[in-house]
């Protein structure tokens, strides 16, 4: 389903990067799809895939306005001739914006709902009443992260990935992460970058791997000082690194996940946190189809494919 491999993988070239005798690759899963992040494809293709083995006609599942997540599913469910339903925090704002415009186009009916009730959204009542509105759905968690999400995304790296050192990747859910750091060949390490503020999101990495059972060859390490703010929040210094990254590299960034990642890795660099003979593949995992929305929330210009 909408995945071609192999996925590319492109090597950068930079004075730092010799300086410090350290490979930096990216792959490029932002290439999958123009517009879906591409990780979001790994999470869904077994769901799809088991919906339609249980023969049911329509995904449903939750997002915010602005999400990488709901767009995705629009995306597959209407490649697969899925129904689809996003259930979405906060109320209807006309014209709707960028993300949810598209994900309508692609036949994504939309069920707003406010923050209260979208807090308890994963209760049996409120799935039941669901269940009454919208009939025999396949159930997609927000943010898409389950069982054979993480099946997906073990799927990310490949046989030639095996001689990267490191392997790093935006956590959000971290069902990506999980997927990603249970996949990896002996020795070598997943780095996490943390999109939200706080650090319990070692805890929930650490559940998330008991829940599934999720063992490695390799270990991890999570960042957690590039939110920037918190999730979806950004300081100037970011995006100022995203459009030198697109100068430098040819490769437009996310503000929410990507953008905070390679910020990181390539502090780390400067801070000989990774040593001489690295060899480090940063996953962009796309989501490129928000920075539209960014800008008409904040005015703020990002680079894009088209500029
Ligand atoms: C959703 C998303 C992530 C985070 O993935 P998780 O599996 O939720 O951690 C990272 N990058 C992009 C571009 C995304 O859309």
């Known amino acids: 389903m909408l995945i ?6 492109q090597s950068l070239t930079h004075t730092l990067l010799a300086e410090k005798a350290i490979q930096l690759s990216v792959k490029r899963l932002d290439l999958v799809h123009s517009d879906v992040s591409g990780n979001k494809f790994f999470k869904l293709k077994y769901n799809v895939e088991k919906a339609i083995h249980e023969e049911k006609s329509t995904l449903l599942t939750f997002g915010g306005a602005f999400s990488n997540h ?7 469910a209407n490649a697969e001739k899925l129904l689809s339903i996003g259930i979405i925090r906060g109320e209807r704002t006309e014209p709707l914006n960028a993300t949810l415009a598209r994900a309508e186009q692609l036949g994504m009916q939309f069920h707003f709902i ?5 807090r308890n959204k994963m209760e049996h009542e409120f799935l039941d009443s669901l269940k009454d509105k919208f009939g025999n759905f396949y159930l997609i968690p927000e943010g898409g992260t389950n069982e054979l999400a993480i099946k997906g995304t073990q799927e990310i790296l490949d046989l030639e990935d095996e001689q990267f050192t490191h392997v790093c990747s935006s956590i959000g859910t971290g069902g990506t992460f999980a997927g990603l750091y249970s996949s990896l060949a002996n020795s070598q390490k997943a780095l996490g970058f943390s999109s939200l503020k706080g650090d319990f999101i070692h805890q929930e990495i650490t559940d998330l791997l008991q829940q599934h059972k999720l063992s490695s060859l390799g270990s991890y390490e999570i960042f957690t000082q590039y939110h920037f703010g918190g999730y979806a929040k950004y300081k100037k210094e970011l995006i100022d690194f995203m459009w030198w990254f697109y100068e430098s590299f040819d490769i437009v960034l996310d503000p929410i996940y990507t953008g905070k990642m390679a910020f990181g890795i390539w502090d780390l660099i400067q801070k000989d946190h990774f040593p001489s003979g690295s060899k480090i593949v940063m996953i962009h995992s796309g989501g490129l189809q928000g920075n539209a929305g960014f800008t008409e929330r904040t005015g703020i210009k990002l680079p894009s494919l088209s500029a």
Not at 70 to 76: K, L, R
């Open 4 to 9: 071609q491999n192999p996925v590319p993988v």
């Open 114 to 118: 406010d923050r209260k009730s979208y």
């Open 70 to 76: 709901i767009y995705a599913t629009a995306e597959a």
